[in-house]
Structures are given as structure tokens and as C-alpha cells.
């Protein structure tokens, strides 16, 4: 694993990830799939949820079952919007990869996040928003985003009364 992480598209993700600013949550972020994909690189799915989440996998596991993990998807919800950038998953209880997204786009995270954070992020108005950066990433991956209800933070009626 150490080996896989001396790559110099990872070093920036390193250096970043210890500070702990606001700033820091999209490196932070990117860790997390990239220790994830490089851990277990043949699963065909991969979950990030926050520590405040109830999680019942063979639910999950039904929600996917439609869904071709060798393709590139990112499954969560609810969807936000952005200008620049469309529709994106803005996270609410967590997400979900496919195998197919990670494998396109492991080697990209380090870039982007440099990218991100020393050029184009400046100039959003919610720099360094992650869900955002993270949809401008998954756009130019190439990647599906596909929502499911029961991965919103709150309850669907909230979203209804707040947009």
C-alpha cells in the first residue's frame, strides 16, 4: 500500500491532509476513496458515510443490484446544483462508487484536488465546497450520478419544503 501511495500524483493529497482547516475536506475526502480503492481494489462497491449513519447492507445491496458496478457511477443523494457544473450528489448520509468510477479515476485525485484547490476552485463562490469540487470531478470523469432517495441527509419532505 505505502508504495502504491509514493506516487507523485498522490504527494499534494499527503501534504494536504494534514492541516485541519475547512480547506482540508476535499483532500480528506479524496484519501478516503483512494485508501479505500488501493485497500481493495476488486470490490464492486465502495460506501463513505458519516459516523452518524445507520446502515443496513442488504439494502444497499438491493438498490444496486440494477446498477453495473464495472461502469462508472456515483450513487448517493440528494442531487444539488451548481453553476458550472450541473447536477452533482451533494452526499447527504454518504455515497456509494462503483469499481468502475474508482478505476477510472484513482490516479486523477491528486491533480484535481491540486487543481481544485490552487486554480479553478478560487473562483466558485463556495471554494473549497467539496460536493462541488467533488461534481466537477465526477463530470470530468465521465461518470453517472444517480440519486436514491433513502441516501438524503434529512427526510425527503424537507428538501420539497426548502427548494
Same mark, same amino acid.
Given at each position: ?56 447492507p ?25 453553476? %458550472? ?5 451533494? %452526499?447527504?448520509s ?49 461518470a ?20
Open positions: 500500500l505505502e508504495e502504491r501511495w509514493a506516487g507523485s500524483e498522490h504527494l499534494y493529497l499527503r501534504a494536504e491532509i494534514m492541516a485541519a482547516d475547512y480547506g482540508s475536506s476535499l483532500p480528506k475526502f479524496f484519501v478516503a476513496l483512494l485508501d479505500m480503492f488501493l485497500r481493495h481494489p476488486d470490490r464492486s462497491w465502495y460506501l463513505l458515510v458519516g459516523d452518524d449513519n445507520f446502515v443496513v442488504l439494502h444497499l445491496l438491493a438498490l444496486l443490484q440494477d446498477i453495473d458496478s464495472r461502469e462508472k457511477y456515483v450513487v448517493g443523494g440528494p442531487i444539488g446544483q451548481h453553476v %458550472g457544473v450541473g447536477d452533482y450528489a451533494s %452526499g447527504g454518504g455515497l456509494l462508487f462503483s469499481n468502475g468510477f474508482l478505476r477510472a479515476s484513482w490516479r486523477h485525485l491528486g491533480p484535481f484536488a491540486a487543481a481544485w484547490r490552487q486554480g479553478r476552485g478560487q473562483y466558485m463562490l463556495c471554494h473549497p465546497c467539496a460536493d462541488v469540487a467533488f461534481g466537477f470531478f465526477v463530470r470530468d470523469i465521465g453517472v450520478t444517480v440519486e436514491v432517495k433513502c441516501m438524503h441527509g434529512m427526510w425527503p419532505e424537507y428538501f420539497a419544503m426548502h427548494s
